[in-house]
């Protein structure tokens, strides 16, 4: 079966669980269960793992939602969408979708869900993919400029209705997390302006980050616990990704027991869109030698 055949067979589904109303996207009939989860900023389950659906599906059950307020999702009623938010609901659609154990891809901020997932549900994750992840650095680059952006409203709004303003500023903003040109072309450019007239993915966004960024550092890090994880685990990173600098991933790969590392030379943050060919095949490598 073709790429394009098998991205036709993609559903589109919906889940309440634990009070979330989740949209999600299923693909693939038979095979162990991988769960991908996107990142934070301007995103969803499509967006990030377009070009990674189809080639999983041809050997694996596959399932993809868009976290509360992003894509199809809508925000919870109190309009917090924090790190402590992304475990409950993520745990709330294993159950959900009846799945016992999964293997975890998470990027960037659902990096940080999967590798939190696997240190306080080690039962739930059968193998764990981090992909330019979150919760590995103590601080952000810039970091007081970072927290202090974040804390003045108006200067984190401004940079939302900027970057809403024009195809050329959308651009701009997709170049600062993707290095390879092929990568960003004009569809991309289309599917990110209209997904950044969302205000929910804005807010979604905002809470996540007011949470996250405070003064001393990052609220959620897991360096010090990562000797903890027990299932098998691979780790995929941008040489170029300025927003999840390289050297976090490296320390990670070191302190997870039997992790293994590939950095894909040249790629930015945005791994699965920058370098698609080369991210899908090491996942699924990896996910083939794991298999049990």
Known sequence: MTATELMSKIEERRSEAAGFDIRYFVAGQDGPPVVLLHGGGIDSALLSWREAIAPLAASYRVWAPDWPGYGGSPLPADGQVTQSVLLRCLMALLDAWELDRAA????????????????????????????????????????????????????????????????????????????????????????????????????????????????????????????????????????????????????????????????IEGCGHWVPRDWPEEFNRTLIEFLRETDS
């Open 104 to 263: 975890l891809v998470g990027l960037s901020m659902g990096g940080g869900a999967a590798l939190g997932a696997a240190l306080e549900h080690p039962e739930r994750v059968s193998r764990l993919a981090l992909v330019g992840s979150y919760g590995l650095q103590d601080k952000m680059p810039l970091h007081a400029l970072s927290v202090l952006i974040v804390r003045m409203g108006f200067l984190n709004q401004t940079s939302w209705t900027w970057v809403r303003s024009s195809r050329s500023a959308v651009r701009w903003a997709l170049s600062s997390i993707m290095k390879n040109p092929a990568a960003l072309t004009d569809a991309l450019v289309d599917e990110m302006a209209d997904l950044i007239r969302s205000t929910s993915t804005e807010r979604a966004w905002t809470s996540f980050q007011a949470d996250e960024a405070q003064w001393q550092g990052t609220r959620t890090c897991y360096m010090a616990r990562l000797g903890e994880v027990r299932c098998p685990t691979l780790i995929v990173h941008g040489s170029q990704d300025s927003l999840a600098p390289l050297r976090y991933a490296q320390q990670a790969a070191e302190r997870i027991p039997g992790a293994q590392l590939h950095v």
